[in-house]
């Protein structure tokens, strides 16, 4: 990040223009100044004064300033490498009511880009007058950035004139130093400095559907936390300054010179576990020698390109598995370079030279549970009770098991909130959400006073719900948590997500008027923002004003045409006004959207039944018990749908299968 000049403006503003669908954009500078004409927030055709570039290679954006502090960055880049002018989103009409419009929250700077492209950024909101004062200490990243405080090498000592300024030592301070910019999270608080934690000041996102494949590599923007923490590089203690040189941002050798430091017949006496032998061999690689496919990153740190040029490697450094695409439909280096092959004839190859994989692989299992198998229950406990599994996988597995009933699940996420990994912690508390508020209140408590801010954030929604239960020091002590959370969305009560967070805890806490005023600010500062709107609808109807939930309920639906939620609040909104004969479309939809989700067959089961049309509703209920077969919800509608038509065989399985 960088004030524009001759020396740090890379792209051409001699009157370049770009032509993207109907849009235009003019590029333009004058007495040293550089300028973008393009659609401003109404729509409208404005000139907007660069405030400061952004990024050098492969691609270079600019900030523009708008209204309340506020800096955007452009949706229009410069591509260094082939010097043209690009949008970041080709073939779409990006109008300026999209969420990805350049001037949406999507590409506010403030909170979105400046923790991680400044030094010691103070993010500066005032929910009050809605205006920004951000500041920092440097324009760019800086020592102190990734060293913390210089004060300490400022002032000499006794015998020290000027000490160094050094990074602590090991593996664990290097990750939590890099993590921070380096990782898909979002941001508690601001303040961050190397010697403090990264879980108090972050939390991380897990191995989510949207975010990875299911095998865990790199699908949508990541970064590499999350991929780093996978592989068995970390586990064996590399740190991120093996590989990369800090200062330089180089790598440190170029080329399989790289791996091969390590991955030799020699080894290193500092990695004692690593294999030795022979790796630059097509015996290992398969390819002929100084091929693209002999390089070792092209096998184990395949890419994925984002923002249109920016290829990135996976950094989990897996060992490729095509095996593993018939479960998890996820790419494999092999075929992403053999197109022509198939994911079938990869595996063969592989096999033939090396045999049979000798490890066992989460993605099945977590393939299956984000699908819906009623049956993953106890393979995902087992990952999550599993030592020898990486935090990040143990973490995941235990969230996939909140849709889950059985003892086995509830048995890993007991053992698991009391796990000494933060991630670990944190899966178990999202896994958890499946039990109702006291059992919630008994088991993870404790982690009320967690050593961690991320973990601490994430027990408070989930025990709110027992806060009037409570009297005494127990009170006391969940009324901290909450006044403590609250504080992490005041710090980003900017972020439509975070009043939408505030909205669910003081309606959870029986605060319908605090909760309110929450979710209508979370539309303020996205409009479009589904989440508040169905929360608030919901809050309508909880609260006797079902009438003003339906234009709120309309509007979600045609926000996102393809969203699950919306289908079925908007039709069961429609069911309470008595007008069935347009729900039950709705409703059907909603289970078309939601495969993978036993809830929503259920309802539409239900409303078939309530239609009279109870066989095809019978079909529904088995179908989904045919993927669920001990949900209780689908077994108890089944029983009664099929006493309702006298069907006494079909009574029995039932009633057998509940019992």
Excluded at 179 to 190: E, F, N, Y
Excluded at 221 to 244: I, K, N
Excluded at 301 to 314: A, F, K, L, S
Excluded at 429 to 458: F, I, N
Aim: hydrophobic residues 40%; contains cysteine.
């Amino acid at each position: 990040m960088s004030a524009p000049s001759p020396a740090t403006v890379v792209g051409d503003f001699d009157g370049a223009v770009l032509r993207h669908g109907a849009g235009l954009t003019e590029f333009s500078k004058a007495d040293g100044r550089y300028a973008i004409r393009t659609a401003g927030p109404a729509g409208e055709m404005a000139s907007f004064e660069v405030r400061y570039t952004f990024g050098v290679e492969p691609l270079q954006q600019y900030l523009l300033p708008m209204e309340g502090g506020r800096l955007q960055a452009s949706n229009v880049a410069w591509d260094a490498v082939q010097g043209r002018w690009f949008h970041l989103r080709p073939g779409e009409n990006v109008g300026h009511d999209d969420v990805l419009h350049w001037t949406q929250p999507s590409h506010n700077w403030n909170f979105m880009c400046a923790d991680c492209h400044s030094t010691a950024v103070a993010k500066g909101y005032d929910a009050e007058t809605h205006r920004y004062e951000t500041t920092f200490a440097e324009v760019s990243v800086g020592c102190e950035a990734c060293h913390g405080p210089g004060s300490a090498h400022m002032a000499p000592s006794e015998g020290n004139p000027r000490p160094a300024l050094a990074l602590r030592r090991g593996q664990q301070a290097e990750v939590n130093a890099c993590a921070p910019c380096h990782s898909r999270r979002s941001q508690l608080v601001d303040g961050f400095a190397p010697q403090r934690s990264y879980f108090d000041h972050y939390s991380p996102a897990l191995l989510e559907a949207g975010l990875y494949h299911a095998d865990g590599q790199i699908l949508d923007e990541v970064y590499v936390y999350g991929s780093f923490l996978q592989s068995r590089m970390h586990e064996a203690g590399v740190t991120c300054g093996d590989c990369h040189e800090p200062h330089s941002a180089k790598l440190r050798t170029e080329g399989d010179g790289l791996c091969l430091g390590c991955h030799n017949e020699a080894g290193r006496a500092d990695f004692p576990s690593l294999p030795l032998g022979r790796y630059d061999s097509p015996r290992h690689h398969l390819h002929e020698p100084e091929s693209p496919g002999a390089e070792c990153v092209n096998c184990h740190m395949p890419t994925r390109t984002y923002m249109v040029v920016d290829d990135r490697r996976d950094h989990s450094f897996r060992i490729p598995r095509p095996d593993l695409n018939a479960f998890t439909d996820a790419p494999d280096a092999c075929t992403g370079c053999h197109q022509d092959r198939s994911p079938k004839w990869a595996r063969g190859v592989l096999e033939e030279a090396f045999g049979p994989p000798s490890r066992d692989h989460f993605g099945p299992v977590f393939a299956a549970a984000r699908a819906g198998d009623g049956e993953a229950e106890r393979a995902l406990a087992a990952i999550g009770s599993d030592s020898g599994q990486p935090a990040i996988v143990r973490a995941t597995a235990l969230s996939l098991l909140a849709p889950y009933d059985r003892a086995a699940g509830g048995l890993a996420l007991e053992a698991a909130l009391h796990d000494t990994y933060p991630l670990v912690r944190i899966g178990a508390l999202r896994g958890a959400a499946r039990w109702p508020p006291e059992r919630r209140w008994r088991e993870a408590r404790h982690l009320l006073g967690d050593a961690r801010l991320a973990v601490r954030t994430e027990a408070v929604p989930l025990l709110a719900p027992v806060l009037s239960d409570l009297t005494g020091a127990e009170r006391a002590k969940l009324e901290a948590g909450i006044a403590e959370y609250l504080d992490v969305q005041a710090f980003n009560a900017d972020r439509a997500e975070a009043q939408t967070n505030v909205g669910n805890l003081q309606w959870a806490v029986g605060a319908p008027a605090e909760a309110e005023a929450a979710f209508a600010e979370a539309l303020r500062l996205n409009a479009q923002w589904v989440p508040a709107m169905l929360n608030l609808a919901d809050l309508y109807r909880a609260t006797g004003r079902d009438g003003e939930a339906g234009e709120l309920l309309l509007r979600a639906l045609g926000t996102t045409p393809n969203s699950p939620q919306a289908a079925l609040a908007r039709g069961l909104w429609l069911v309470r006004q008595d007008r069935a004969d347009e729900a039950l479309p709705l409703i059907a939809e909603a289970a078309r959207l939601a495969p993978n989700a036993a809830q929503y067959a259920y309802v539409y089961a239900v409303a078939l039944h309530s239609a009279n049309q109870s066989e095809r509703a019978l079909e529904v209920a088995d179908e989904a018990l045919s993927r669920w077969p001990n949900d209780q919800r689908l077994l108890r509608a089944a029983f009664g749908i099929a006493r309702d038509l006298k069907l006494e065989k079909r009574m029995a399985a039932y009633r057998k299968r509940l019992d």
